[in-house]
């Protein structure tokens, strides 16, 4: 079982990433998917799910309107479109899978860095 992330780069404000989170060795189409961010000294922090159906997007308030969250089962992928990027969105992010019985799966993670 395992989640691999990437997509990560050095980005200039306002600009736009999109980040991959490629699932294996589990059922994927099964279970939902989030994404989550941990900022240098600070807690992760949700910013999007996805269900394992691809239905019910959920945002974070900071990030509604500017990130995408959607999935394609058949390449066991969830993608994280960031548009108009902000310095407060560098962060290392994380996606996760909710395997059930109170599993967790999570992936090492990318780099998002927002600089000009």
């Known amino acids: 079982e395992q989640l691999v992330e990437s997509g990560g780069d050095l980005v200039q404000p306002g600009g736009s990433l999109r980040l991959s989170c490629v699932g294996s060795?589990?059922?994927?189409?099964?279970?939902?998917i989030n994404w989550y961010r941990q900022a240098p000294g600070k807690d992760r922090e949700l910013v999007a799910s996805i269900s394992g159906d691809g239905r019910n997007p959920w945002y974070a308030d900071f990030v509604r309107d500017r990130f995408l969250i959607w999935r394609t089962n058949a390449q066991k992928t969830v993608y994280l479109e960031m548009n108009r990027l902000k310095l407060e969105d560098t962060a290392a992010y994380y996606c996760k899978a909710n395997l059930g019985g109170g599993r967790t799966l999570w992936g090492p993670g990318t780099q998002v860095t927002v600089s000009s």
């Open positions: 060795g589990f059922a994927f189409s099964g279970y939902g």
